[in-house]
């Protein structure tokens, strides 16, 4: 009953997430291997943003996902904002120090393939 009947539904209204789509975890995989989201990629001489502006970056990221709403705008300006991989990458590592966890692997769980579209669009640098 679960499987026929509940699931479906919830994932239709959008209670929980379901993964039904091949282009979906392809696109998951794509977003996870970007090295934006890299914490570790990173290169101090390449970054144009200050530690405390990444810092605060990760701070309103971290607000934007709430309990029952995520504020998905104030998350792709945030990416667009950070205009290159490396100040992106910088913004994942404080995230993680920040939360305790990683950056894209929040946002995979969180959003919706179209949103998730989005992030790739808004990370395209």
């Known amino acids: 009953v679960y499987f026929g009947v509940y699931r479906p539904v919830m994932c239709k209204f959008g209670l929980i997430k379901c993964k039904d789509s091949k282009d979906e975890d392809k696109l998951v995989t794509e977003l996870m291997s970007m090295d934006a989201f890299n914490p570790n990629f990173y290169d101090s001489t390449k970054i144009t943003i200050s530690h405390d ?6 701070e309103n990221i971290s607000d934007a996902f709430g309990t029952f709403n995520d504020n998905e705008e104030e998350l792709y300006n945030i990416l667009k904002s950070a205009k290159n991989r490396h100040n992106m990458s910088l913004i994942s590592k404080y995230y993680g120090i920040r939360k305790g966890e990683s950056l894209i ?3 995979v769980s969180k959003l919706k393939k179209s949103e998730l579209d989005k992030i790739k669009e808004s ?3």
């Not at 502006?53 to 990760?58: G, I, N, R, S, V």
């Open 105 to 107: 692997g929040n946002i």
């Open 123 to 125: 990370v395209n640098y």
């Open 53 to 58: 502006l990444a810092k605060e970056y990760a």
